[in-house]
């Protein structure tokens, strides 16, 4: 398929999804996938624009190329960037009990970290929301090949969007470098997926698009929650609308 064809289908996947269910939100990490959704985003109507809300976690512990990107984005395209925060007690008592990098000691304690600085964000960013627009890619790791592109996240009880989940790595670069997307400096230093500075690594030529997360956790524990449905797995996939439709209901 070519660039231009995955294109005209992504933007009439977003036209449509934001039309039938709005108003919608727009999570971008600004990483490369996020950065072709934004580039995305500016070129629907403007009446579909103004539906949707971008925002970012600000977890307190993002790299410093992150930070300069957003600030860059919202230059570029004349957006606002909503930014949402942990809340500064829980991080207090989080680090008090535990240590400011506890989250290397365990999985719990990681997860617990992440909820604090991601998940409860994020739950404020969707509230009142019918419709969360996303970067997944199936091709990004192990635990996100069943990603569907429009689906029920029953964790959030909205309709979630995953304009890319069929996106190639090479998509995603091909549609950056022709239409010159801004894209994170730690990119070109071999970080594919960028989070938060001391649980990011770059990566060899060898390892999957996100070994650098949490890279002293095993693969199929990679994720940080925001994905992840009440019973600990990413949202199933969905093989046809009329599942989505009873999903929904």
Known sequence: MSLRTRTDAALRCIASAVAAHRPAAFASSFGAEDMVVLDLVAELDATLRDAIEIFTLDTGRLPRET??????SRRHYGVTVHVYRPDPAAVAEYVSQHGRDAFYGSIELRRRCCAIRKTEPLNRALA???????????????????????????????????????????????????????????????????????????????????????????????????????????????????SIARSSD
């Open 67 to 72: 930070l300069d990107l957003i600030d860059r």
């Open 128 to 242: 009142a929301k019918t419709l969360w627009i996303t970067g997944l890619r199936r091709e990004q790791a192990t635990t996100r090949a069943g990603v569907d592109v429009l689906a029920f996240d029953a964790a959030n009880r909205l309709m979630k969007l995953n304009p890319l989940a069929e996106w190639s790595h090479d998509d995603v670069w091909a549609y950056l470098r022709h239409h010159g997307v801004p894209v994170n400096a730690l990119h070109a230093r071999g970080y594919p997926s960028i989070g938060c500075e001391p649980c990011t690594r770059a990566v060899r030529t060898d390892e999957d698009p996100r070994a650098g997360r949490w890279w002293w956790e095993q693969a199929d524990t990679r994720e940080c929650g925001l994905h992840v449905a009440p019973d600990g797995r990413l949202v199933p996939r969905h093989d046809d609308s009329k």
